[in-house]
Nanobody, 117 residues
Framework: QVQLVESGGGSVQSGGSLRLSCAAS??????MGWFRQAPGKEREEVAH???????RYADSVKARFTISRDGAKNALYLQMNSLKPEDTAMYYC?????????????WGQGTQVTVSS
């Protein structure tokens, strides 16, 4: 069973940056995404990367967040710039398995991001 482990969360002031990492043990899935969930809110997808490198973003993070991957390291990243208090949430990486037409079925445990004003 492939495991996903997130890291890189923390507390920053508004306007700051953080880089989240997601380490995949043993296998790198082609289609992966970053999600977030704030207290009392539904979980939302903030960024997705396809096997061919194409990306898509939620409108709320476009031009501020960048998703990328390093296949050699089996790692997924989320560079977050110009952070806002409303970006405060638990962030999760996830993979569509067994292929890109499947649902997100592999999840990490999450890393907390807190942005103060």
């Amino acid at each position: 069973q492939v495991q996903l482990v997130e890291s890189g969360g923390g507390s920053v002031q508004s306007g700051g940056s953080l880089r989240l990492s997601c380490a995949a043990s043993g296998y790198m899935y082609q289609c992966m995404g970053w999600f977030r969930q704030a207290p009392g809110k539904e979980r939302e997808e903030v960024a997705h990367i396809y096997g061919d490198g194409r990306t898509r973003y939620a409108d709320s993070v476009k031009a501020r967040f960048t998703i990328s991957r390093d296949g050699a390291k089996n790692a997924l990243y989320l560079q977050m710039n110009s952070l806002k208090p409303e970006d405060t949430a638990m962030y999760y990486c996830a993979a569509r398995s067994p292929n890109c037409w499947s649902s997100y079925s592999i999840w990490g445990q999450g890393t907390q991001v807190t942005v103060s004003s």
